[in-house]
């Protein structure tokens, strides 16, 4: 019997709770290489983790290393980036104190190969050429930092153009230090400036069975839904999207629900009649699934929407970007519905309020299509045999 190999993983964020995007990716990454590779994971946090927490990742891990940084330390190291060239969110995470602790960690555990997520945690093993690694990008940030720089002002402004420029520089710089990359979708993959950047390989994300296997307790009653952390930028700019651009457009007494953790004050002065702020649900399905419509209307960000994948998992006919489907991948007006103006989402919206019939065509078709070509097990094996070369 042969035996498995020793994977070392590396986490900017504790990849427990899932709600974060980078927390989720890593979360069921960790579950399906466990089955491959015994895991040892290295985690940064700046929040106390608890037993659940622990436990819930514990289980697929044969050891976890959790190293905390202070509020003072991560602002400091933010801060410094300023005298150098690094990007800001690289300092946020990257310390001095930590960087001593790893490299006596990868001394102990010896791995047989390193996988780090995001460039937020890769200086920390940049220079450890023991073994082969591979660097997750996740998304292409200096595009979703180029994004939110267009929107913004004055000082802000400057700090986001400044920040992009550093980030752009810094994905292709370290490129050099890992042997194998990923990206969640092509789309990001051309935003990473690297002469080599094809070489990249695209490992999406996936949906758990949790929401695939999931039978609503009741038939929808609200009318359209948008999720996701209500403290991330993207998410407040479509929130604000929703309920100041397309709602005033729709019938009188159409409602919106925006469910999810975080609700940044922003978010919570969106309150009204016709507007729902639920806050963090414990299970989000069962607010997807009381909903007639998803709603996403990204302008903002990068990478994969998990919302969309859910959603689409649990048969909710879905509106969305084409910038957003376009890492997507879903067919427009088949699977799923593309606008990119506000009439384009009141002409969507309205009609299929107005069509039950074509809601069910719609949804159906959308869970046919996350089944075909999101299922965890099917696409993180592109990483196993990457890993495991």
Known sequence: MTSKKKLLIITSRFPYPL???????????????????????????????????????????????????????????????????????????????IQR?????????????????????AEYVKNYHKCPKTLDYMDALSKGI???????????????????????????????????????????????????????????????????????????????????????????????????KILPELPPNTNVTLAGANPSPEISALASDHVNITGFVADLRTVYTTAKIFVAPMFLGTGLQNKLLEAMALEVPCITTSMANNALGAQPSEEILIADDTDAFVQHITYLLDNEEKRSALSKRGKQFIREHYQWKQVTQKLIELIGV
């Open 19 to 97: 709600e974060k995007g980078d927390k989720l990716r890593a979360f069921y990454q960790i579950k399906e290489l466990s089955e491959h590779f015994n895991i040892e994971l290295i985690s940064l946090t700046e929040h106390k983790i608890d037993k659940k927490e622990l436990q819930a990742v514990g289980q697929f891990c044969e050891a976890i290393h959790i190293f905390h940084f202070s509020a003072v330390e991560k602002w400091l190291g933010a801060s410094l980036q300023f005298f150098t060239k690094k990007p800001f969110q690289v300092g946020y995470f990257h310390h001095l104190r």
């Open 101 to 121: 602790k790893i490299q006596r960690k990868l001394q102990e555990i010896a791995p047989d190969h390193i996988y780090c997520q995001l460039i937020r945690a």
């Open 146 to 244: 180029e994004r939110r720089a267009k929107k913004a002002k004055g000082i802000t402004r400057w700090l986001f153009r400044s920040e992009f420029k550093r980030l752009m520089r810094y994905e292709n710089a370290i490129f050099e230090y890992f042997e194998h990359h990923t990206i969640i979708s092509e789309q990001d993959r051309d935003y990473i400036f690297h002469k080599h950047r094809e070489t990249i390989q695209v490992v999406v994300n996936g949906v758990d069975d949790y929401f695939m296997d999931y039978t609503p307790v009741q038939q929808p009653n609200l009318d359209i839904v948008f999720t996701g952390n209500m403290s991330y930028p993207p998410n407040i700019t479509a929130s604000k999207y929703i309920t100041e």
